[in-house]
């Protein structure tokens, strides 16, 4: 079955450091979307991506959607502790109405 | 406004028996998903309303699994003959429509089965 895949599944950084994690997925998606779940909490819609080659930026976080539609990034630049959590990608393929999320990679910030 | 919300927010059961998870969308959400999700793990689709007709319930792992959504609002999802390996943390969340694209968590509910 369709997978998405997501690397790495952990990083520590330096507060100040810059942080991304790549998603994978083994089908064509017709969009993405990022979601963040800080520890003890849910995961909360960061953005969605839909064209491909699509660069969207929020603040000091960049999302990339690949051109094949078949792989995405996150980049932190200069994190800060706020930003500690598990960052999750989710793959929807063609109409379905299912998000297929990746395992997830989790940031912890040294202060 | 009121987000989500989901009831109980834990609970625990002794195997064999049925539990009903209940889901409370944010209001004038057309659709609602449930997930389930692993410890460390991302949320895995279990199955989807759009109104009260479910659309896909490929996602639930076996027959034990039910849900519903009858007047398009409130949700339930049913697991009988509960089984250790259903502990999960069980998470509800709902859309604007499903074409929305953002989705509303649900704080979940803790299922352990002893």
């Known amino acids: 079955g369709q997978q998405v895949m997501q690397i790495p599944q952990y990083q520590h950084v330096q507060e100040g450091e810059d942080f991304t994690t790549y998603c994978n997925s083994s089908?064509?998606?017709?969009?993405i979307q990022w979601y963040k779940q800080r520890p003890g909490g849910h995961p909360v819609f960061l953005i969605q991506l839909v064209k491909s080659g699509e660069v969207k930026k929020q603040k000091r976080l960049t999302f990339q959607f690949g051109e094949a539609k078949k792989n995405s990034s996150l980049h932190i630049t200069a994190t800060q502790t706020t930003d500690v959590g598990t960052y999750f990608c989710a793959g929807r393929v063609d109409s379905s109405y299912k998000l297929i999320f990746g395992s997830g990679t989790r940031l912890l910030v040294r202060p | 406004g009121a987000g989500v919300s989901q009831s109980p927010r834990y609970k625990v059961t002794k195997r064999g028996q049925d539990v009903a998870l209940r889901c409370d969308p944010i209001s004038g959400h057309v659709s609602l998903y449930w997930y389930r999700q692993a410890l460390g793990q991302g949320p895995e689709f279990l199955t989807y309303?759009?109104?009260?007709?479910?659309?896909?319930k490929s996602g639930l792992p076996n027959d034990r699994f039910s849900a519903e959504r009858p007047e398009g609002s409130i949700s339930t999802l049913t697991i009988q003959r509960t089984e250790q390996r259903d502990s999960a943390m069980y998470r509800c969340a709902s859309s604007l429509r499903y074409s929305a694209g953002e989705q509303f968590f649900g704080p979940g509910t803790r299922l352990t089965v002893l």
């Open positions: 089908t064509t998606l017709s969009n």
């Open positions: 309303f759009n109104y009260e007709a479910q659309q896909d």
